[in-house]
């Protein structure tokens, strides 16, 4: 190879090269972009349905079944699962991955609008939103006043809202959890009972004054004149003195039967921060941009905010993204410099002080090449990418080390530090091209996981790749350079790790080795033996998929009993706060009536909507696992006593969208056998040790108030049953009739409703008839409470009823789902139910077989590039033996740790496949030249393996050395990814220096000096 030679001969040019880069790395570290967690799109779309009143055969007749129909046009579509319920209805549509996502959503939103003029007209709201994971607030702000006027907040709310949106990073603002501003006119209905008006009457005449309606322009000579004439209030005085009835001898006004004034719709949705109702404003973050100056950004709006608004408005920061962040990203790089330190004081102890120097040079040159090309590449400094380069940090000194070794050496032969220089680089080039390739090789196919999960990990394999691939440049480009100028002939006095490593393996190792080869069988059958009783360890260590996020954050679920107003949840979740503000860790609490949080975590999806359901978002001073762990023990110790609701506690998990660990689909189009069996599985489950927050929509039905309408003494006292449906509407829950605009330039609409309805009002509801006589409602209606309908699900069209759970920790997700798998196939399903699997164990199956099929090509990827250097089939096969012990290596290091084999473990055993043939291929390589320089074939195996004893144990303490600070502090995701590395590295490094050589000096053909020789030149 001609590399070496080339850089220490155009020295200059080679220097300036490698500044250039080295300049493009620091330049993209300070601009580059930065997030928690990587950012992509899934192509999942979320249409989420308000249809108040009605129930949940009426939301699957009327809405649902028409949009799935409309669907079922739309290609590429891989899953639709819809939750209906009373109210309301979610659907939730998947598109096969590698479809557009921007495409698949522009899709739903036409298909939903084709579909929304045949909706009822009472569905309120038909929102199509995007699941994607981008769509996160990276900052969640409360803004309240004293005393509270939410008129007054929302103005602000709205006003901050569209200041934040000015900012270049902002992707855009959202408020939330206050009841709208409406103009209300409260209807009095004793008066309308005297006065013998309907409330029909008074809408068609509020409506009529209200509508909006542009007459168009006149021309006058030269001037054109727009005309306007009625249309939006914009005086509460005019909507007033709206005349309702007019005769000869009377005239009634608004005002003379209702009341006019600003007010709050029924709330469906209400906030609160420390205990105190408040309005959410969130922002969230444009892709590609740098959260921690769009976060100072933020901070700067909101203080040239805070100098214009009122002294009675309040703001706070409940969270910021950016805090969580930086203390991962510090984190991280905190590890990589404990690891930097390791690797550094090894190389200082083996290599002594001026190898050890250029070899640790080396490190920071990669790491900032790598950056500039990796922000080049598009993504960002995030949790991936940065584990990426610590899983690097042990990989990138191979390369600088052997070659070190090499120069070393090579020393004692040449005449000066140029030609030892360029020499010992030589004789290793082409090992460490090809170990570097098989390393690179085993990440690669990384990048072909077709999922969400390939999507999460993606910049991780990209990382490790590029750190490689800069490491090897500066090995045989830099180093080589580095050494010719600052090495030198002399021995040092100072004799290092490496002169008595040396000797070991020159003298006590080699002796070993030469007892083995004698004794070659009963070696091998030791080896193979050990390897299967190690393997066979596999099936006591768990399966799982992703841990917990380790979040100084908790969310809690509140499910109050059905029938249960929003103000009695609000009184729940009130009392909950008492006693989770007494817990020592706790920061700062809010409260979500109605409602979820805003989303602030990329796999949370918010649910809308629900007057029986809460979440409180409790925000921890610090991240400690033990804290937190004890925390959440004693909150759902206590919360599990509370008869006044279901209350959960949920600990943010790491990984793509999924539904809880443990999932079971029923589907039946009988919602009876759906209800009986789904609540005999979950009774199984409260029952098993290990599951909580146990949730079955379908099992909890609500009651009803039915209004059976006697249509014989309809008819008779001449009653239209639409203007009967109307004349309820208007009282139970209002109809809104126009817009007003206030002076602000606010726009309000104006509902006509009697305020605070109950149960008692309906006696004194009437009906005007067709000949104008007040009808009492109860005169021909017969109210009668029944039991309602539960909630369920749609998956692809069929009715379907989900049972699912958390695990608790210290339990296995796969044993406890195998446990429910075999209570559903033991039991007697009726006729036409059957069963599918969701949650963890679902989305394991679909990533962990696309993970089997790259361990497949990775492995013929590497062999096929052995088989290129070595040109033999039995060498690469040779080199192969180490990937086995590394996999057995790999499930002792779980086994003994207690970790289960999850995504992350699988990633870095794939990782071993590269990194541990390694040691191998540089074994083999050096007995080939003793080979080609007529030693005997064991003369070569046992010199090369003394040889390259010093090398191999010292790259794998390195690269152990740079994996212990992530394995010891990178958290649960990480820890277990560095267990199988380290372990894994660890027996195969046993393997090639007792079982490695041994195979070698079997199945090595003895070859004629000049082949061999020939194939060195090469």
Same mark, same amino acid.
């Given at each position: 190879?001609?590399?070496?030679?080339?850089?220490?001969?155009?020295?200059?040019?080679?220097?300036?090269?490698?500044?250039?880069?080295?300049?493009?790395?620091?330049?993209?570290?300070?601009?580059?972009?930065?997030?928690?967690?990587?950012?992509?799109?899934?192509?999942?779309?979320?249409?989420?349905?308000?249809?108040?009143?009605?129930?949940?055969?009426?939301?699957?007749?009327?809405?649902?079944?028409?949009?799935?129909?409309?669907?079922?046009?739309?290609?590429?579509?891989?899953?639709?699962?819809?939750?209906?319920?009373?109210?309301?209805?979610?659907?939730?549509?998947?598109?096969?991955?590698?479809?557009?996502?921007?495409?698949?959503? $522009?899709?739903?939103?036409?298909?939903?609008?084709?579909?929304?003029?045949?909706?009822?007209?009472?569905?309120?709201?038909?929102?199509?939103?995007?699941? +994607?994971?981008?769509?996160?607030?990276?900052?969640?702000?409360?803004?309240?006043?004293?005393? +509270?006027?939410?008129?007054?907040?929302?103005?602000?709310?709205?006003?901050?809202?569209?200041?934040?949106?000015?900012?270049?990073?902002?992707?855009?603002?959202?408020?939330?959890?206050?009841?709208?501003?409406?103009?209300?006119?409260?209807?009095?209905?004793?008066?309308?009972?005297?006065?013998?008006?309907?409330?029909?009457?008074?809408?068609? *005449?509020?409506?009529?004054?209200?509508?909006?309606?542009?007459?168009?322009?006149?021309? !006058?000579?030269?001037?054109?004149?727009?005309?306007?004439?009625?249309?939006?209030?914009?005086?509460?005085?005019?909507?007033?003195?709206?005349?309702?009835?007019?005769?000869?001898?009377?005239?009634?006004?608004?005002?003379?039967?209702?009341?006019?004034?600003?007010?709050?719709?029924?709330?469906?949705?209400?906030?609160?921060?420390?205990?105190?109702?408040?309005?959410? @404003?969130?922002?969230?973050?444009?892709?590609?941009?740098?959260?921690?100056?769009?976060?100072?950004?933020?901070?700067?709006?909101?203080?040239?905010?805070?100098?214009?608004?009122?002294?009675?408005?309040?703001?706070?920061?409940?969270?910021?993204?950016?805090?969580?962040?930086?203390?991962?990203?510090?984190? =991280?790089? $905190?590890?990589?410099?404990?690891?930097?330190?390791?690797?550094?004081?090894?190389?200082?102890?083996?290599?002594?002080?001026?190898?050890?120097? @250029?070899?640790?040079?080396?490190?920071?040159?990669?790491?900032?090449? !790598?950056?500039?090309?990796?922000?080049?590449?598009?993504?960002?400094?995030?949790?991936?990418?940065?584990?990426?380069?610590?899983?690097?940090?042990?990989?990138?000194?191979?390369?600088?080390?052997?070659?070190?070794?090499?120069?070393?050496?090579?020393?004692?032969?040449?005449?000066?530090?140029?030609?030892?220089?360029?020499? #010992? +680089?030589?004789?290793?080039?082409? *090992?460490?091209?090809?170990?570097?390739?098989?390393?690179?090789?085993?990440?690669?196919?990384? &990048?072909?996981?077709?999922?969400?999960?390939?999507?999460?990990?993606?910049?991780?394999?990209?990382?490790?790749?590029?750190?490689?691939?800069?490491? /090897?440049?500066?090995? &045989?480009?830099?180093?080589?350079?580095?050494?010719?100028?600052?090495?030198?002939?002399?021995?040092?006095?100072?004799?290092?790790?490496?002169?008595?490593?040396?000797?070991?393996?020159?003298?006590?190792?080699?002796?070993?080795?030469?007892?083995?080869?004698?004794?070659?069988?009963?070696?091998?059958?030791?080896?193979?033996?050990?390897?299967?009783?190690?393997?066979?360890?596999?099936?006591?260590?768990?399966?799982?998929?992703?841990?917990?996020?380790?979040?100084?954050?908790?969310?809690?679920?509140?499910?109050?009993?059905?029938?249960?107003?929003?103000?009695?949840?609000?009184?729940?979740?009130?009392?909950?706060?008492?006693?989770?503000?007494?817990?020592?860790?706790?920061?700062?609490?809010?409260?979500?009536?109605?409602?979820?949080?805003?989303?602030?975590?990329?796999?949370?999806?918010?649910?809308?909507?629900?007057?029986?359901?809460?979440?409180?978002?409790?925000?921890?001073?610090?991240?400690?696992?033990?804290?937190?762990?004890?925390?959440?023990?004693?909150?759902?110790?206590?919360?599990?006593?509370?008869?006044?609701?279901?209350?959960?506690?949920?600990?943010?998990?790491?990984?793509?969208?999924?539904?809880?660990?443990?999932?079971?689909?029923?589907?039946?189009?009988?919602?009876?056998?759906?209800?009986?069996?789904?609540?005999?599985?979950?009774?199984?489950? *409260?029952?098993?040790?290990?599951?909580?927050?146990?949730?079955?929509?379908?099992?909890?039905?609500?009651?009803?108030?039915?209004?059976?309408?006697?249509?014989?003494?309809?008819? &008779?006292?001449?009653?239209?049953?639409?203007?009967?449906?109307? +004349? /309820?509407?208007?009282?139970?829950?209002?109809?809104?009739?126009?817009?007003?605009?206030?002076?602000? #330039?606010?726009?309000?609409?104006?509902?006509?409703? $009697?305020?605070?309805?109950?149960?008692?009002?309906?006696?004194?509801?009437?009906?005007?008839?067709?000949?104008?006589?007040?009808?009492?409602?109860?005169?021909?209606?017969?109210?009668?409470?029944?039991?309602?309908?539960?909630?369920?699900?749609?998956?692809?069209?069929?009715?379907?009823?989900?049972?699912?759970?958390?695990?608790?920790?210290?339990?296995?997700?796969?044993?406890?789902?195998?446990?429910?798998?075999?209570?559903?196939?033991?039991?007697?399903?009726?006729?036409?139910?059957?069963?599918?699997?969701?949650?963890?164990?679902?989305?394991?199956?679909?990533?962990?077989?696309?993970?089997?099929?790259?361990?497949?090509?990775?492995?013929?990827?590497? =062999?096929?590039?052995?088989?290129?250097?070595?040109?033999?089939?039995?060498?690469?096969?040779?080199?192969?033996?180490?990937?086995? =012990?590394?996999?057995?290596?790999?499930?002792?290091?779980?086994?003994?740790?207690? &970790?289960?084999?999850?995504?992350? *473990?699988?990633?870095?055993?794939?990782?071993?496949?590269?990194?541990?043939?390694?040691?191998?291929?540089?074994?083999?390589?050096?007995?080939?030249?003793?080979?080609?320089?007529?030693?005997?074939?064991?003369?070569?195996?046992?010199?090369?393996?003394?040889?390259?004893?010093?090398?191999?144990?010292?790259?794998?303490?390195?690269?152990?050395?740079?994996?212990?600070?992530?394995?010891?502090?990178?958290?649960?995701?990480?820890?277990?990814?560095?267990?199988?590395?380290?372990?894994?590295?660890?027996?195969?490094?046993?393997?090639?220096?007792?079982?490695?050589?041994?195979?070698?000096?079997?199945?090595?053909?003895?070859?004629?000096?000049?082949?061999?020789?020939?194939?060195?030149?090469?």
């Amino acid at each position: 190879m001609k590399l070496p030679s080339l850089a220490i001969k155009n020295a200059q040019f080679t220097m300036t090269i490698i500044a250039l880069l080295v300049l493009v790395g620091i330049v993209s570290y300070f601009n580059m972009p930065r997030s928690e967690d990587p950012q992509f799109d899934i192509p999942i779309t979320l249409i989420e349905v308000v249809y108040p009143g009605a129930s949940p055969t009426d939301i699957e007749t009327l809405v649902v079944d028409p949009l799935e129909e409309e669907f079922a046009d739309i290609d590429n579509i891989k899953k639709i699962e819809s939750q209906i319920k009373n109210g309301g209805a979610r659907l939730e549509v998947t598109f096969h991955y590698g479809s557009d996502p921007e495409l698949a959503f $522009n899709k739903v939103q036409l298909a939903v609008s084709s579909v929304k003029p045949s909706l009822p007209d009472g569905v309120q709201d038909l929102l199509v939103l995007k699941a +994607t994971p981008t769509a996160v607030a990276i900052v969640q702000l409360a803004l309240w006043t004293e005393p +509270t006027n939410y008129k007054q907040m929302e103005f602000y709310a709205k006003l901050l809202e569209k200041r934040l949106e000015t900012i270049d990073s902002v992707k855009k603002a959202d408020i939330w959890g206050y009841p709208q501003q409406v103009v209300s006119v409260d209807l009095n209905l004793d008066l309308l009972l005297h006065h013998r008006i309907s409330t029909t009457q008074v809408i068609q *005449a509020l409506q009529g004054r209200a509508i909006n309606i542009t007459p168009g322009f006149v021309d !006058a000579n030269t001037r054109r004149f727009n005309v306007k004439a009625s249309g939006n209030f914009e005086k509460l005085e005019q909507l007033e003195n709206t005349i309702i009835v007019s005769n000869d001898d009377f005239l009634i006004r608004l005002k003379d039967v209702a009341a006019v004034d600003f007010s709050s719709q029924e709330p469906s949705y209400l906030a609160y921060f420390d205990k105190k109702p408040v309005i959410f @404003v969130t922002v969230e973050q444009r892709i590609d941009s740098n959260i921690f100056s769009l976060t100072k950004a933020i901070q700067q709006e909101l203080e040239l905010f805070k100098k214009t608004i009122p002294e009675a408005i309040k703001i706070d920061v409940l969270f910021e993204q950016a805090d969580s962040v930086e203390s991962r990203v510090n984190g =991280f790089f $905190n590890n990589l410099w404990q690891g930097l330190i390791l690797v550094g004081v090894l190389a200082l102890l083996f290599l002594g002080l001026r190898e050890s120097l @250029v070899v640790i040079i080396v490190i920071p040159l990669s790491f900032l090449i !790598a950056i500039g090309w990796l922000d080049f590449t598009g993504f960002g400094l995030q949790q991936m990418s940065i584990v990426g380069f610590i899983i690097a940090l042990g990989l990138l000194v191979d390369d600088a080390i052997v070659v070190t070794e090499s120069i070393h050496r090579e020393k004692a032969k040449a005449k000066n530090m140029v030609e030892a220089a360029i020499n #010992g +680089t030589k004789k290793v080039a082409w *090992a460490s091209v090809s170990g570097t390739v098989t390393t690179m090789l085993a990440f690669l196919p990384m &990048l072909m996981i077709a999922s969400d999960t390939g999507d999460f990990i993606r910049s991780m394999p990209v990382t490790v790749v590029l750190v490689l691939l800069a490491s /090897l440049l500066l090995s &045989l480009t830099a180093l080589p350079l580095l050494a010719s100028k600052s090495f030198s002939l002399k021995p040092t006095k100072v004799k290092t790790l490496q002169h008595y490593i040396n000797h070991f393996a020159e003298t006590i190792y080699s002796s070993w080795l030469l007892k083995l080869f004698k004794f070659r069988w009963l070696v091998i059958v030791v080896a193979v033996a050990s390897l299967l009783a190690m393997l066979s360890l596999f099936n006591q260590v768990g399966l799982s998929l992703f841990p917990k996020a380790e979040k100084s954050m908790l969310l809690i679920n509140v499910e109050a009993p059905p029938n249960s107003s929003l103000s009695f949840t609000n009184s729940v979740m009130q009392k909950m706060t008492l006693f989770i503000e007494k817990q020592p860790l706790v920061e700062k609490i809010a409260l979500n009536v109605g409602n979820s949080n805003p989303r602030i975590y990329y796999n949370e999806i918010p649910k809308r909507g629900v007057e029986k359901y809460g979440q409180v978002l409790v925000v921890l001073k610090k991240y400690d696992p033990e804290k937190i762990t004890s925390l959440v023990s004693v909150l759902r110790d206590e919360f599990s006593q509370w008869p006044q609701a279901k209350i959960t506690v949920k600990e943010f998990t790491q990984g793509p969208v999924t539904d809880q660990p443990i999932a079971i689909r029923l589907i039946s189009e009988s919602l009876g056998d759906l209800e009986q069996v789904a609540n005999d599985l979950t009774n199984k489950m *409260a029952n098993t040790e290990g599951v909580i927050n146990i949730d079955n929509p379908i099992g909890v039905a609500n009651t009803e108030l039915n209004l059976q309408i006697d249509y014989d003494k309809a008819g &008779l006292s001449n009653i239209d049953i639409n203007l009967l449906d109307k +004349t /309820l509407q208007s009282i139970v829950s209002g109809i809104y009739i126009g817009r007003f605009n206030d002076i602000n #330039g606010e726009n309000y609409p104006i509902l006509v409703r $009697n305020k605070n309805p109950d149960l008692n009002t309906l006696s004194d509801v009437y009906v005007t008839s067709l000949t104008g006589e007040q009808i009492p409602l109860m005169q021909v209606v017969d109210i009668r409470l029944q039991k309602g309908q539960t909630d369920y699900f749609h998956h692809q069209k069929l009715r379907m009823a989900k049972v699912s759970a958390d695990v608790a920790s210290g339990y296995s997700v796969k044993t406890l789902t195998e446990e429910f798998i075999h209570y559903i196939e033991q039991y007697d399903l009726p006729m036409g139910m059957y069963y599918t699997l969701g949650g963890q164990e679902e989305s394991r199956q679909e990533s962990f077989a696309g993970l089997t099929q790259i361990m497949l090509i990775t492995a013929i990827g590497i =062999f096929a590039i052995l088989v290129l250097q070595f040109k033999s089939f039995i060498q690469p096969l040779i080199i192969f033996s180490s990937i086995p =012990f590394a996999m057995a290596g790999s499930i002792i290091g779980l086994y003994l740790s207690g &970790l289960s084999f999850s995504m992350m *473990a699988f990633v870095g055993l794939i990782s071993l496949f590269g990194i541990v043939v390694n040691n191998a291929i540089i074994l083999i390589d050096c007995a080939n030249r003793n080979l080609a320089e007529g030693l005997s074939k064991k003369q070569s195996v046992l010199a090369a393996s003394a040889t390259r004893f010093t090398p191999i144990l010292l790259t794998t303490l390195t690269t152990i050395g740079g994996l212990i600070p992530l394995t010891l502090y990178g958290g649960g995701l990480w820890q277990p990814l560095g267990i199988v590395l380290i372990s894994g590295l660890c027996v195969s490094a046993i393997s090639s220096f007792l079982f490695v050589p041994v195979l070698t000096e079997l199945l090595t053909h003895s070859k004629t000096k000049s082949n061999i020789a020939q194939e060195i030149k090469r």
